[in-house]
Every structure is written in C-alpha cells, then in structure tokens.
C-alpha cells in the first residue's frame, strides 16, 4: 500500500480514535493499564497517550513495520507511556490472565484470522470488571464504490475482496462472539463520517487497496480486460462526478458507518 494512501484514509478516522479514546478515559482507573491490539500506525494508543498521561498503553500489530509507525508518531506526539509489541490479535500469549484495565481495536477484528479466539483472549487478559472496546464497519461507502466499478469493469459479479473491511458488517457479527467469549455487551454506538481524498484521481487511488489484485487478475485473464485498470480509473472517476461527491478538486466520500462495541469482562463469574 502506497503510504501516503493509507496516511490519507488513517486520518480519516480520527472521529473514531478520538471517540474510542473518550469511552476508554471514562473508566479508566488513574495509571490503568490499556492493551491496543491491531493498532496499525499507533491508534488509539497515540490517542490516549496524549490525554493521559499516566496510563500505562502496551501497542501492539502484527506487523513489525506499523510499529516503527507507531514509534515515530508517539516521538513525534512526545508521549512516553507507550511501549511497543509485535503479535497478532489472536495469540496474547505473552501476557497473563487480568492484566489489563481496557483493551482496545479500532478496525482491525475484521482482518484477525480467527476471531473467536481474539475475543476469548481479550476476556483472559481483562481483568475482571475490565472494558473491551472493538470498532468494525457496518456501512462504507467507499467500499461500496469500489465494488461497482469492478463489477461494472468486469462485466458480472465477483467475489468478496481479499481485504475486507465489512467482513463484520452482519448484525450481531461481533456481539455474538464477544459473549461467546464470557464478555458483556455494555454499549453499542454508532457513528457517520466522511472521507476526504483529495482529487479524483486521489480517491481511485485509495480504491486500489481494494481492488488491485482483483484488476490484476482480469487482465491477466484475456485481452478483452487488458486495460481494466485505465478501465476503472475513468468508471470510478466518472461516478464520483456525477454523485456529487466532488467539490473543486477535493473527492469527499459520505455514508462510512462504524459501530463502536464497549464490552465488559464481569467481575465475578455468576454474572456470565
């Protein structure tokens, strides 16, 4: 992913770090212990850090180079409560039973590989009367567009794409799991928002995160999809115009809903 795309749509969901950052400072305990897991480029770990500066945050991704993201951004922000880990959602093996007062994962339980056991190992790590605090997405625009255009490029239906961030976006998707796992539904909020790309050609860009692959493949296939991705580049930037969603040079996307889930581990086991 081109990092001044991905920058592009991080900053875009600001409403959310900052949203998630309110719900956890509400019930934090003075100096808790936060674990952020699939925290990407460091939110809201960065977030909370700037507000509280006696919480002790553990930021945690999979992927080694998001962390040196993360690195950079709490240097840049002057916070020093963060320490810094690599794993994934799934395995939290490093850390024991109750060790945690929140844990928190903006946008990433949707990309987990097994998510149930993400959500039993976020109840083994809270420590009981602790908070869990998941957003996924419900509704995206974005995403949305992007399927249009590819279909529309391809000529027929295709398949779910390779990264997907409404993975989760069924009702009760995460609910289920959550209490599956021992935990509470203590609120469930939901939020709109739009994303701002910069020019059209900008906003197709940021598509790509979607589709590339897919595009790849159709021209690939038969010299019929040779030009695909010219193909959707005009598509996409035609259907933007006409939407309205263009103002000078900027491209704003609307109708992106997240769903902000607050979780509770009870504080004694008959309350299961």
């Given amino acids: 992913i081109d990092p001044k795309i991905y920058a592009r749509l991080f900053v875009n969901n600001s409403p959310m770090f900052d949203r998630m950052s309110t719900a956890v400072l509400e019930r934090l305990p003075t100096g808790g212990k936060v674990l952020d897991l699939a925290s990407g480029p460091g939110e809201p770990s960065?977030?909370?850090?700037?507000?509280?500066a006696?919480?002790?945050?553990?930021?945690?991704?999979f992927q080694p180079g998001m962390i040196e993201k993360a690195q950079i951004r709490a240097s840049a922000a002057g916070v020093t409560n963060i320490g810094f880990d690599t794993t994934s959602a799934d395995d939290l093996a490093k850390w024991n039973d109750n060790s945690f007062d929140a844990v928190t994962m903006s946008f990433g339980l949707m990309f987990v590989p097994d998510k149930a056991k993400c959500l039993y190992e976020i109840f083994r790590v809270l420590k009981p009367g602790g908070f869990a605090y998941v957003s996924v997405w419900k509704k995206l625009m974005f995403q949305t567009l992007a399927r249009e255009v590819i279909e529309e490029v391809a000529g027929r239906t295709m398949p779910e794409f390779e990264i997907n961030p409404l993975k989760l976006k069924e009702d009760?998707?995460?609910?289920?799991?959550?209490i599956a796992a021992g935990l509470n539904v203590f609120s469930d909020e939901r939020m709109m928002y739009p994303f701002k790309l910069g020019t059209s050609t900008e906003a197709v860009d940021g598509l790509m995160i979607?589709?590339?692959g897919m595009l790849k493949q159709l021209e690939a296939e038969d010299s019929t999809h040779g030009d695909a991705t010219a193909k959707f580049y005009e598509i996409a930037e035609e259907k933007i115009q006409k939407r309205g969603w263009k103002d000078g040079d900027e491209v704003t996307i609307p109708e992106n809903h997240?769903?902000?889930?607050?979780?509770?581990k009870p504080l004694l086991v008959d309350e299961l």
């Fill in 46 to 52: 960065v977030t909370l850090a700037t507000r509280d």
């Fill in 54 to 61: 006696k919480a002790q945050i553990t930021c945690t991704d």
């Fill in 172 to 178: 009760n998707a995460v609910e289920g799991l959550a």
């Fill in 210 to 212: 979607l589709v590339g």
């Fill in 258 to 264: 997240p769903q902000l889930l607050i979780l509770r």
